[in-house]
């Protein structure tokens, strides 16, 4: 079976604290993870990907993720909020063998003043 | 480059009514979707096709059908319209799967009255 769980779904932090956003996932196979980003009315963009190389990811906009295969996470971390980061984020895990991508049911970010 | 581009942006329809939504890339990616997006239950993955003239199942296929005449193109229709399938639909393309991310269009907002 494969499943992505996002922990919260709704996060608040004040502009320049860090942000956390928690995906756990399970899989009985080795998994391709990812974190997309939707902001309001727009598609959705990546972030970052896990593909079975370093564990810690670096993405844009000053996000990363490490994948903790002992934990089964692949959290989202960004030392300083900006306004711009508010917005859904989707942590989308891919099990490597096979078609298709599982969705976590997302995570709004609010980025207070 | 243009990405991945869907046709139309909004519909109304009536219940009963019939509609196709069209997904359009230009990255000669092999594999397409189809998701619907629906408040707190994240992208749910509705039709795929790993390839021209090829199409599957994914999570949610009922009450749609799919055809990829040409590898650049995904046709998502609907054969009679029903108000719980008022969504945001998202198309996606990507190149082999294994460790590629998908590129998603900007979305259809569809309303069944």
């Known amino acids: 079976a494969q499943s992505v769980t996002q922990l919260d779904s709704h996060v608040s932090v004040s502009e320049g604290t860090p942000v956390l956003l928690r995906c756990n996932y399970s899989?009985?196979?080795?998994?391709?993870l990812f974190w997309y980003v939707q902001h309001p009315n727009k598609g959705l963009q990546l972030l970052l990907k896990?593909?079975?190389?370093?564990?810690l990811v670096k993405g844009i906009n000053g996000f990363e993720a490490e994948f903790k295969k002992s934990e089964t996470s692949f959290h989202l971390t960004k030392p300083s909020a900006h306004m711009s980061d508010a917005a859904e984020y989707f942590c989308v895990v891919r099990r490597n063998t096979g078609n298709q991508f599982y969705f976590g049911t997302g995570t709004s970010l609010t980025v207070i003043p | 480059n243009a990405g991945v581009t869907q046709t139309p942006k909004f519909r109304v329809l009536k219940t009963g009514q019939s509609m196709t939504l069209l997904c359009a890339q230009d990255m000669n990616h092999e594999y397409m979707y189809w998701y619907r997006q629906d408040p707190g239950m994240g992208l749910r993955l509705i039709h795929y096709s790993v390839g021209e003239g090829t199409t599957a199942k994914g999570e949610v296929p009922d009450g749609y059908n799919v055809s990829r005449l040409k590898k650049q193109n995904f046709l998502l229709g609907l054969e009679s319209a029903a108000p719980s399938q008022t969504s945001v639909y998202f198309c996606a393309s990507s190149w082999f799967p294994e460790t590629y991310e998908q590129y998603f269009g900007p979305g259809t907002r569809l309303t069944v009255t």
């Open positions: 896990y593909t079975s190389a370093a564990t």
């Open positions: 899989s009985s196979y080795s998994p391709s």
